[in-house]
Each structure stands twice: as structure tokens, then as C-alpha cells.
DNA sequence: TTGTAGGCGTTATCAG
DNA sequence: CTGATAACGCCTACAA
């Protein structure tokens, strides 16, 4: 039997006092449990509440208070693919404890991050989770003296306030390049990341390092530049065909760039995995869609958002934080195929 | 020569004042470029802001402003990759007249969506931007007293607090059945969406109205319930097949869905176009990179984002709302293909 | 042009 | 257990 008439939008705690006939303290009480209150005052209150559909102003709230339960992400882009699952996990690990995520993007561009993280700074937020900072340590350091800082994605040096989380860009990316080296692969083309993005450098590397472990000598001529997006594999696979460069197999640098250089590909005819093996570095949700199922790198991510959500909260309630290392896991599907050991050494697709 | 040194977090405008020398007034006032102040005093307060390294804190200002220059945006999911381009749109068009964005997502459920309502209510948010509302009518109307709601996906009564931006997915799923037929085919087969979304429902009826246009009867035998998910693609076209139902195209509700239908023609080792045409809907930004490149209708989501985000600002404004519908348009790609005419009528794939 | 004072809606500290 | 009363940090008449 509630009215559902044309309320007026705000209706104060004080206003629940005063039907309830009690003192805004014991309102205040009763919303927060602060403290135990007479059953009969709690039920009238409760009652006003109802009636008015009385909903606490957070803002006064958090004045008042000094927390805001709040948690800034900032993230690259929130439309990337690849940072879609880091948020769901994010959220979801998040809506238990209480706080609310307020999510942000800096597209890649420092100033912007550096506005973003301000606006946390304002809006007072608990804490901040960063997705992939590219910010240097010493901000870093000077923004967790706000409030808790995680930083997903790099491995800084930790405090009470600031901690990270890397991934084993390095192993993964070994990993992958080995395995493709297991099926006999001996020319291995690389179309690497942003070079100025600390885990497009550690995946090179990896690659690199497995090439080596092989006693197969590195070979600039078979790396290309990409941007880790679909237009950037698609343009780096091209002039890998363009330079004459000879490989049997090529490992992108993210499944967004294997997209692209699948394209590429399909464009010139080159069955995947008949003439070319294809790996990515992700596992994008779509990726074990693509045609046929692409080989890949997975980051777990959206265990990794909840894992972050968990850590921030511990921060906030000075707590011990329990962060262990991710390790990344090579998902085998259907783009690299077993190279027959016959073939001439040296054998271009072209 | 800004010293670095462990500044006490919270510096206040009274504070500012003070270093100063004049009253909190003024510094507001310069703050908000309220009113006319004299030029030595305007330095002296930016001085100390800058050596303070001031930032007012938001809560309080919208404590006392009543505005928060918050919009609440409410998506079902914000970790799907069909939702990604609106929020891009959303949160760049906010950018720019000052708000930001609050994403939030009520992962398809009506419960979670009432209460993240309630949320926004309670943090004040300025307006509302909903995509894909499952509230009804009343509801809506309701939460908009509170705060200007602008709906996309649906086409409400609209009223000076309440709009609605429609998206024509009849047209669109008739446009690419139309398409089909026009390439000789008449077996259109179709995986449906969640039959409780109003827009899945709609692009099943454009289907069925573009056969009928065409003088083809609706079979419900081609028509398979899917989820909007890859998952339940994939397996809507197994029960195709299973049923041993007759198409040479499939027509899919979203593009998600075709990708599943996509892996199972490629499990059965179907080509695509040459056995079967392949048509999805929503263009998501990997379908131009599957292989083949997927036919699909493209809803320009990052454009009505932006124009979302103009639309409530304006109605916070209280300027009228120009909120023109948007058209789906047809990208032909190359998942189709027209079929022989001689082909024999009835012709199964399998 | 500028300062004073009151208020925004809650929480929190203290008596009682 | 409960009610005043003072913050919380800022904005905005109002007065000077």
C-alpha cells in the first residue's frame, strides 16, 4: 500500500527522524548498526524509511565520514577486448566487499592517466587499481600516499600502500615460441608489440630467448612492428611478405595482432595451419572462436581482476596483502600444426 | 622548485585561503570563476593551490552545489564486447561538457538492475544513461523524478526527463535476409536470441517479413533458439544440423552467435561461403578480421554513444533533446555468396 | 570586489 | 540506549 505518488526526490535523514519521532543520531544508528537501538524505535524507523523510499545521500555520507567506498580503475581503454574480462573481475570481486568501481580510461596517453589519476584524487577515492600504468615509479609512489595503489601488469617495489602484480610476459611467451619449435619449426617469424610497452618488450624477449635456448640464432630480418591492435598484425604481416622474409610459422605478440595477420593470410591464400602455424598472446574470449581456433597464450584475467579487487581491499583495510605471481598458461588449439622434419631448411611459404 | 615532500593529504580550501591571505570565499570564487577577482589576489591564491597541490574535493562540492557532474551508465555487461564501442562513445562524449561516467552492470538480471537504480539515486548522479533496459515502463518513468533517464535499445513515451533512442533491428535483420534472397538463396536458416530481448525479437520478425516479402513461407524448422552468446551459436546450428534441417544460409541474431555457428560449420567441415552463407548482426569490431570476413549488420554503437552522452547532458540542461533515429546498414563482406540458380531447389548442405 | 554566516546531509563524539 | 552538537569541505546569498 505504498503511494507511489510524485515524491519529492529528496527526502533527508532528518525527515526520517522526524516521523519516526526519534533523533537523527538513532536513525543514523539504525542504518549503519553502529550501535544497538530499542526494537520498537528500529521498527518505526524502518517503517519512515519504507514510506518515504528514504535512500541515504552517499555524498553527505561520505563527507562525514572521510571513506567514499570507492575504487578508482583506471584502465587503457574500457572498449578493449582485452581489458573486458580484468573489469568483470574487477566488479565482481568488488561488489562483495561493498566498494563501487569507478571505471576510467587514459587511451594510452599519459596525460590523461596523470588527469585520471587527479580525479581519483578528488572524488577521494579508497583506493586505485591500475590497469598496465604507464606512469614511472616515483608517481607512483607520490599517488599511493593518497590512498592504496595496485598496479596490475608491473612489478614495482611494494609498501604498505603500493603493490603490483606481474605476469610472466617472459615465460608465456617462451613457452609459446618452444612450442612451436617442438612441432619443428625452425623459422619463426615475430610480430612484436608497442615498443614502449614494458610487456611487449618481455614477450620479444621470450621469444628471443627460446630461439636461443634452440641454438637457433635470433634473426631481425623475421621480426615486425605492431601495435597490438588487428590494422598493425594485419600491416606487419604484409611486409614480412613484402621483405621476402622466409618463415613456417609466425607468434604475434596478442591475439588482436594474430587477428590481424590471420587476415592477411586468408588475403594471400596461405592456409592456417597447412602452410603457416599462428600464435597469439591473450586468449581474447573470441580467440578460441576464430577459424580454426587459435593457439595461444592465456592470461587468466578475470581471476586476476578478482584478485585484485581482493588485494585492494586488504590494502585499504591495512591488511596483509597476498599477491601471488600469476603464471600464464599456453592454450594448444588448432593454428600450429607439426612440421615435417623432411622439408627443406629454409623453406619459404612464398 | 615545488617540494615533494610527504604533503599531508588533505589540504582544504580554507587552508588555501589562509596561505593566502583572504577569505574562503574567494578562492572559491576563483575556483569556479564565479566572480571578478582582484588580479594580485587571483596570483596569490593560484600560488598556493600550486604549492599545496590543491585539489578541492569533489563530495563536498557536490554536497553543497547539488550537482555532481556524475552520469550513471547502466549496461548488462560491462565486459561484453558489444557494449564496449557504446561506452567509448559515452565516456568521450561526456569528456568534453565535464561529466563523468559511472559504468555499472546488472549482468542481465532485473535484480541487480533495480538496485544499481537505487545506487545512482543514492549517489546523486546527475542523469542516467541506460543501454538495454528490462525495467518496464512505470519503473522507468519512476527513476526518472529523480534524475533524467535517456533509455537506449527501447522506444518509450518520451517526456522532458525521459528519452529513448531506438535502434530500427527489424529493418536491419530484413535488409540482410533481403540480402540473402537477392543471392539466390531461399533456404535462409536462423538462430534466434534470447526470446525475452525485445531487439532479438525484432530481428527474428524482419527475418520472417523479408521471407514472406519474398513469397517464402516461414519455416519454423530453420529457426533455432540461440543465447546472443558464441556458445549458444555453436550449438544452435549443432541442433540444426542434428534436426537434419535444409539451408544454404544462416542467418545468426548477433554476431557472437555467428561466430559459434561459425566454429561448428568448421567442425563439419563446411566452407564458408562456398557450402554455406554466413550473416550476423551488430558488427563487432573482430567480425571485418574472421576468416572469412563476416557479413553483418552494423550498429554504429560508438556514434550513439556519443550522441547518448550529448542527449543527457542536454536534458540536465533542460535544452531540448535531438535524439533523431539511427539506421543499421549492411555490410556486405564475405561470408555470402550467390547461390547458382540451377543449383536444385532443396538442395541440403549435407 | 570581498568577507561573513548559514547550509548541504551524515557521521561521530559526548554527555546523560 | 539516546539525543545534542560539532565537524566534514565547499558554495552562496547577504551584507559591506
Redesign the pocket.
Known sequence: MIEDAVNPP?V???EIARAAG?????V??I??G?????PA?QKAVEQAIARFN????VL??S????KTDTIGVLTQTVSSPFYAEWLRGIEDGLQEPGFTPLFVSSRWNVKDEVSRMEQFIARRVDGVIMLHSQLDEPSLIGYSRHAPLLVLGRSLQISASLASLALDNLQGARDATRHLLEQGHREIAFIAGPPDHEDAIERLNGYRMALEDAGIGFDVDRVEQGDYLETGGEAAMERLFARGASFSAVFCANDQTAYGARLTLFRRGLRVPEDISLVGFDDLPTSSYMTPPLTTVRQPTYEIGRLAAQGIVQMIRRQPVTLSPVSLTLMTRETTRRIVPSSRPGDSPL
Open positions: 529528496n533527508t535523514l532528518e526519534v533523533s537523527p543520531s538513532t543514523s544508528r542504518l549503519n553502529t550501535a544497538r537501538v530499542l524505535k528514504y535512500r541515504p545521500n553527505a555520507r563527507l562525514a565520514s572521510g
